[in-house]
């Protein structure tokens, strides 16, 4: 199986980036697409109503999610929801025509089904306070996002609080991440032999 990992983190040296490396060196067949090495413009200036040509970095992204069959995206909780770039990332890759078609009544297909996913999540808020107010990054990326564009079983996994985590913790974080990575690669392989 192969796996495309989205690090949606603007800094590289942070601790999302460092998970999205981790889940694909254990994943064993994956690559890391980091959004804010991409040259793009992150704003889909006519909205849905005219068509803005893809740059090179955009068009490229495209192909590296079709190819796959499982999709990470890596992101930090950032005032509820996800960083700039990811967000114009996501706005000017996952389009109508490419992503998802309407259906008459308003209804959508995902055109990008047959496919799982994981959202891998970074917080500051203890899982408690996401549990009262509502973990409205996950809901987005998951529901709004990933489930809307057709990807069938999207799993969330959150790592937190980090704001005062000790680096003993965040070792931990991940090796954590990397065994879930293996057991996904795990789970598709033996998916796969079920389909053969």
Do not use: C
């Not at 060196?25 to 959004?35: C, M």
């Not at 068509?51 to 590296?64: F, K, T, V």
């Not at 309407?102 to 959508?108: A, D, E, H, Q, S």
């Not at 392989?189 to 053969?196: E, T």
Request: proline share 6%.
């Amino acid at each position: 199986m192969t796996a495309l990992v989205i690090d949606g983190h603007p800094n590289p040296d942070s601790l999302t980036a460092s998970l999205a490396r981790r889940y694909a060196e254990a994943h064993g067949d994956a690559t890391v697409l980091a959004v804010r090495d991409l040259a793009f413009d992150p704003n889909l200036r006519l909205g849905y109503q005219g068509e803005q040509q893809p740059e090179p970095d955009i068009a490229r992204a495209q192909e590296l999610i079709a190819a796959a069959d499982h999709v990470v995206i890596a992101a930090p909780v950032w005032w509820g929801s996800i960083p700039a770039v990811l967000k114009g990332f996501i706005d000017r890759t996952f389009l109508p025509g490419w992503a998802f078609r309407y259906r008459k009544g308003g209804l959508v297909t995902g055109l990008l089904a047959g496919r799982s996913a994981r959202v891998i999540i970074t917080t500051d808020s203890p899982m408690w306070y996401l549990q009262l107010v509502g973990d409205t990054t996950v809901r987005h990326v998951r529901g709004r996002v990933l489930r809307f564009s057709g990807f069938a079983r999207v799993t969330a996994t959150r790592f937190g609080p980090v704001r005062g985590s000790s680096p003993a913790q965040r070792s931990a974080w991940l090796e954590k991440v990397a065994t879930i990575a293996a057991s996904d690669a795990t789970a598709a392989q033996k998916k796969l032999a079920r389909q053969r």
